[in-house]
Every structure is written in structure tokens, then in C-alpha cells.
């Protein structure tokens, strides 16, 4: 989480843009010779017609997006090129291969010194391989037993073994070669013995145990899953979190709409409050309720009770007519719009702006513009897991350039959106083991249900993103980083912390920056009083302090316990003037009227 003051980085105007379009056809102009010789050239050549131009157009990106469908999203050009790259260069490198060769004889060795060991001590020895720390697939008691620990221990052996093969081939790029490990790890986590009832030392005592019937439920949960999914049906249990009912209950007004936006004032509970209100943008790839969620892990009801006024805005989810939304649009007609409502609102006061993951990096951009055009209405702001500067955005990086790009956008070129099933299988895939494998396991093969959370109910509740925005998003800040490297242009428009902690080379402002445990969504949603072992550091850089890198943060900034909310509170209340009462809903005079109650109804769309 990172929290500032209101200076932004530099972005750029429009005049700079007309400047640098311009630019090109001035040198055209004062180089007319070259214009006369490349003009004779196409004396004499053909045109190509405007209908077979559009008919090719058509042709080719109706079968990428119709290619795209079976692929998940990811460019078979992008992957094959990955894995032509290698196959050329090891081809080139007989070096490389001796050596890959010597490694496989040595780890045969070391497994029939093991295998032999084994047999001598009774079926039990020593690993030869120990897995990552991260890794629990083989952590059970069953699996150091014979033969389930020959068995992991050849798997770990052969995963190994791959990736030496992967990485440190000369002459493969940088990329192709983390893409070549990212996607041999896919391919031998689908073949894990874990996966397998046969091979799977828990899932053979559990089938014992039962009299299969673990098998049979277990087919009774992908039978229903599945029907689940192809109908378009929300997961199992997920009906037990109804918006505006179980989760998503603050009361509150819908105060304003528009066709992209609903903005929210909730209502006031304490009877004294800080003059400036809070001002949230979620992300616009998730319903807005992840910060009000259940009662007692809702950080909207937290705020109100801390004494904040506190607007939310509910993004719609888009459809095929939304399409052409990019964006500007979502800066204009969402962040600007609700930043007008609220001061109509609460009139004379600044705001403390919020943004979450995607909403950061979209209100970093509409500040940047505000600061640019003498905009003060922003008291401070706070980015919760938001990038500015994607250079270092984990392993989703591996999958933006060129080729994958284009794929995306014909896939949303043909139905006007991202679908949020297409989105969701690439998160699943930066994470299968946890998403999709061990679920396997436990859902099929175990026969057991997780019993759903409010968390993942709001996970299952997806949204939607138009072709537009999501074109513009990945292109301009992830392909190009066009924002951290000032060259973003805004109209008169599964985060890693070491790329939202880039925001502290951006600012020319007192930057306090918080590393929370938890991860993206988790660490958010951080109740106070919750006894799950949740701490955060926290350290503040001044507009003059030098640059202390994110290893020297984490030796020098002081890991204190518990929930991040009550320094975040304590943060705002130092920007905040004394307490007065509360504010009105809405604003009836100004033609803001309340128009519901919260959550209103773009949160409701499917």
C-alpha cells in the first residue's frame, strides 16, 4: 500500500502530443526529394481494394479470436517462438547438451544410491531432492513411504533436470527463456503424481477407507461444476453471499450514475466526522464489494466508524455496445465525474483519494492530470497493491508483447469485451498448483467441498472488460510503461510490492509506504482483531530523503502485528482537519438526489 500527498509523476498534455504527431510530416515536408522518389516507385503498382483489404482484416482476426477460444487467450505464435528459440540454439550447442546429458547420468546415480539405500533401511531413507519450500504437493506422511517415495523423489529429480535444460542456453533471449521454464513447470505440474489416484498416496487411503465413495462424490462434484460452468452458473455455495444481503450491506445511498459508474455515499456512524471524505476507486475488473464484504472484515463499515464520510464507486460491467470505452473514458466519466459529485456533496473540503489495484494505477493517472492542470481537490492518496511502473510485474509479464497482444485483442475484437472466464484462466495458470490442481485433488479425487468464504463467493462474482480499455491498458502502461516513463497521455488518460514500490522514484512528494502480508486481495482484506498472524512494515520517504531500495525497506522498516487499518486511520487523520457533523446524502439542490439504496444495481450485473 502506498500513501502520498497529492503530486503526481509527469504525464504527457495534448499539446505534446499534437507537437510530436506533427513532427513527422514537418521532416516529410523538408525532404521532398525522397517523397518524389518513394511516390515513383508506386507509379504503376496496384492498390489494394478497400473490400479485400477489409475482407482479409476480417478473415484473419475472426480465426485468431475463433483459435483463441481453445487456447485460453495465449498466442501459440508467442509460445512457438519461445520454444523455437531454444530448440535452435540448443541445437547449436553440443556444449550445452554434454552437459545436460552428464546431469541426467549423475541424477540417476544419486536416485540408485537412493532406491538402494531405500531397500537396505526398509523402504525409508534419506531425500535425495528436497522440493521447494513453497511446494506441499509431497509433504504428506504417506508420501515418505515406499514405493510413493520413489516416485516424488523421481518427479523432483526429472522437474530439476528441466529446468537446467530451460535456462542458461547462450543466445536465447532473456524472455524466451523464463517463458520456456514458466511453461515446462505448466506442463510437469499436469503430470505431478499427486494428480493421479494410482500415484497419490492419500487419495489410495482415502478410496480404501471409503469403499470408493470418495470417487463417486467426487464425480458428483465435477458433474455439478461442470454443468455449473457451461450454463454460466456461479460455484457452488456462492449462493449463500447475496449482494446486499449477506455481503456488501453498509447502508448508504446510490447518490449519482452515469452510463459507466454508480457512486455510493454511505451513511454516516459516528455523530462527528472529519471534514474530508474518502473517495474509493476499485478496480474495474472486479465488482467494488471486496471493501465491503462481511460485517466484520467490511473496511467501508471500518472507515465510517473511525469517523470517515466515505464514497465508493461501482463500476457497470460491460457489455458488447460498451466496446469503444478506453482509458480516458474511465478517468473522465468515472474518477473525474464522482470527484464533482463528491464536492458538490461535500463542497469546500479536499478528498482523500483511494485507489485498489487497476482503480491505483487509473487515479495515479487522473492526479497526475489534476496536479498538471491546478486541480487541488485531492487531500491525499493512497494505492492499495496498485503499479505505476510495470517493468517488474511477476510472471504475467512473460505473456505481453507483440503477438500476444494482438491475439487478445482479436479474441475481444470479436465479442467487444474480455470475457471474465478468459481473464480468470490466466491468474489460475500464474498459480495452478494452488487454483486448479490441488482443487482437483481435493474436490475430485478426496470428494471434499471448501467450504465457501465471502472472499471466494466475491472472487466467483466476476466482471467484464470492454476491448478499448483493456487495449489500452496493456499496451500503453504494461507493453510500453508509457506512465512511469512519462509518455502517457491523458485527455485535457494475480502487482508484485517491488514494482508498486517504484512509486517512491516517481513523486516529488513525502511518500509512506506499507508492505502488508496477505498477498493481492488477502492482504486488503485485513479485519482488525483477526487472528491470523496478518503484520505489516511501514516506513515514510520525504520529498528530500534518498532513495532506500526495497531490500535495505525491508532490514530498516519495523514489522509491527496485526491489521494495517488502524495506521492507515492514523495516516489520514494527520491529513485530516478537526471533526465536524456529517454531511448530507446527496445533494437534492445540485440535482443529486439520492437514487437508492447501496449496493445499487451496476454491482448486480452479470
Not at 517523397?35 to 504503376?44: E, F, R, V, Y
Not at 456461479?234 to 448508504?252: L, Q, S, Y
Not at 503477438?403 to 500464474?430: K, N, P, T, V, Y
Amino acid at each position: 500500500m502506498t500513501v502520498a500527498r497529492s503530486r503526481s509523476p509527469q504525464i504527457v498534455t495534448p499539446a505534446r502530443e499534437a507537437a510530436e504527431s506533427i513532427q513527422p510530416k514537418s521532416r516529410a515536408f523538408s525532404a521532398p526529394t525522397v517523397a518524389l522518389d518513394q511516390s515513383s516507385t508506386l507509379q504503376g503498382e496496384d492498390r489494394d481494394s478497400y473490400s479485400v483489404t477489409a475482407l482479409a482484416d476480417i478473415t484473419d482476426r475472426s480465426l485468431r479470436a475463433a483459435l483463441a477460444r481453445f487456447t485460453g487467450g495465449l498466442s501459440p505464435a508467442a509460445l512457438g517462438s519461445a520454444y523455437l528459440d531454444w530448440v535452435v540454439h540448443l541445437t547449436a550447442a553440443p556444449g550445452k547438451r554434454i552437459q545436460l546429458f552428464d546431469k541426467a547420468v549423475r541424477k540417476s546415480v544419486r536416485f540408485a544410491n537412493y532406491a538402494a539405500r531405500c531397500a537396505l533401511e526398509g523402504g525409508r531413507s534419506e531425500c535425495c531432492i528436497e522440493p521447494l519450500s513453497q511446494d506441499r504437493r509431497f509433504a504428506g506422511e504417506n508420501w515418505q513411504t515406499w514405493p510413493f517415495n520413489f516416485i516424488s523423489q523421481a518427479f523432483l529429480l526429472q522437474q530439476q533436470w528441466w529446468h537446467n535444460a530451460t535456462v542458461g542456453v547462450r543466445g536465447v533471449s532473456k524472455r524466451h527463456q523464463d517463458m520456456l521454464a514458466f511453461g515446462s513447470r505448466q506442463l510437469l505440474d499436469m503430470i505431478a503424481p499427486s494428480n493421479f489416484l494410482l500415484t497419490n498416496p492419500e487419495v489410495l487411503e482415502r478410496t480404501i477407507t471409503t469403499g470408493g465413495f470418495n470417487l463417486v462424490k467426487g464425480m458428483q462434484h465435477f458433474l455439478e461444476d461442470w454443468e455449473r460452468a457451461v450454463s454460466g452458473k456461479k460455484p457452488v455455495g456462492t449462493e449463500r453471499f447475496v449482494v446486499g444481503k449477506d455481503v456488501a450491506i453498509t447502508p448508504g445511498k446510490v447518490v449519482y450514475q452515469n452510463g459507466l459508474i454508480e457512486l455510493i455515499q454511505y451513511a454516516p456512524a459516528t455523530e462527528k466526522v472529519r471534514p474530508e471524505p474518502i473517495l474509493i476507486v476499485p478496480a474495474w475488473i472486479m465488482k467494488y464489494y471486496i471493501l465491503d464484504l462481511s460485517p466484520q472484515n467490511s473496511l467501508v463499515k471500518y472507515l465510517t466508524e473511525q469517523g470517515f464520510t466515505v464514497f465508493m464507486i461501482s463500476w457497470k460491467n460491460p457489455g458488447p455496445e460498451d466496446r469503444s470505452l478506453g482509458m480516458e473514458e474511465y478517468r473522465s466519466s468515472g474518477i473525474l465525474s464522482a470527484l464533482d459529485v463528491v464536492s458538490s456533496i461535500v463542497p469546500k473540503q479536499r478528498i482523500h483519494a483511494v485507489g485498489y489495484c487497476l482503480g491505483g494505477t487509473l487515479l495515479s493517472i487522473a492526479a497526475a492530470a489534476m496536479a498538471r492542470d491546478g486541480d487541488d481537490r485531492l487531500a491525499s492518496v493512497t494505492l492499495l497493491a496498485a503499479q505505476t511502473d510495470f517493468t517488474e510485474a511477476g510472471e504475467l509479464m512473460l505473456f505481453i508483447d507483440e503477438s500476444q497482444i494482438s491475439f487478445l485483442e482479436d479474441m475481444m475484437w470479436e465479442q467487444g469485451f474480455l470475457d471474465s472466464r478468459q481473464m480468470a484462466s490466466a491468474f489460475h495458470m500464474l498459480r495452478s498448483n494452488d487454483l486448479i490442481w490441488s482443487r482437483m485433488i481435493h474436490d475430485y479425487l478426496l470428494g471434499e467441498r471448501q467450504v465457501m468464504a465471502d472472499l471466494m463467493a466475491w472472487n466467483a462474482d466476476t466482471t467484464r472488460m470492454p476491448y478499448r480499455m483493456h487495449s489500452d491498458y496493456l499496451r500503453k502502461l504494461f507493453l510500453d510503461n508509457d506512465l512511469a516513463e512519462g509518455r502517457f497521455v491523458a485527455g485535457d488518460h494475480v502487482s508484485p510490492w517491488r514494482s508498486t514500490y517504484k512509486i517512491n522514484l516517481q513523486t516529488e512528494t513525502e511518500v509512506t509506504y506499507l508492505l502488508t502480508t496477505g498477498g493481492h486481495n488477502v492482504g486488503i482484506v485485513s479485519e482488525v482483531g483477526y487472528a491470523g498472524g496478518r503484520s505489516f512494515r511501514v516506513r515514510k520517504h520525504g520529498p528530500n530523503d534518498h532513495f532506500v531500495d526495497p531490500d535495505r525497506f525491508l532490514i530498516e522498516a519495523r514489522q509491527m502485528e496485526g491489521s494495517w487499518w488502524p495506521e492507515w486511520v492514523r495516516w489520514l487523520e494527520m491529513q485530516s482537519a478537526p471533526v465536524t457533523r456529517p454531511p448530507r446524502m446527496g445533494a437534492p439542490e445540485a440535482g443529486l438526489p439520492a437514487l437508492g439504496n447501496a449496493p445499487g444495481s451496476y454491482v448486480l450485473q452479470q
